[in-house]
């Protein structure tokens, strides 16, 4: 019953902004480090953003770095990416994941999303 629905996603000009969500379920949402990865079209997936379980740490992406800022909200099940001064290389699928960490290190099942569609254009 794990589920993560991502939203929020569209049509968005270059220059633009748009938060996208991903709400959880099914999972003790506040004992996991969730991120956001994406896929352009012809690419492979890359991480984007990711946030501690109790969101006191986040870690960036370099294109992404000032630009975008993942939050959460652990009392919603919910995490956040806000996407500012948006580029067309930025269009791709945004994927919600979430996994247990300690430290650097990985422990139990990962869980995704669907995906959301995010395009940059004119």
């Known amino acids: 019953q794990v589920q993560l629905v991502e939203s929020g996603g569209g049509l968005v000009q270059p220059g633009g902004s748009l938060r996208i969500s991903c709400a959880a379920s099914?999972?003790?949402?506040?004992?996991?480090?969730m991120s956001w990865y994406r896929q352009a079209p012809g690419k492979g997936r890359e991480l984007v953003a990711s946030?501690?379980?109790?969101?006191?740490?986040?870690n960036y992406a370099d294109s992404m770095k000032g630009r975008f800022t993942i939050s959460r909200d652990n009392a919603k099940n919910t995490v956040y990416l806000q996407m500012n001064s948006l580029k067309p290389e930025d269009t791709a699928v945004y994927y919600c994941?979430?996994?247990?960490?300690?430290?650097?290190?990985?422990?139990?099942?990962?869980?995704w999303g669907q995906g959301t569609q995010v395009i940059v254009s004119s």
């Open positions: 994941n979430a996994k247990v960490m300690l430290g650097t290190i990985s422990i139990g099942n990962s869980y």
């Open positions: 946030i501690s379980s109790t969101g006191g740490n986040t």
């Open positions: 099914g999972f003790t949402f506040s004992n996991y480090a």
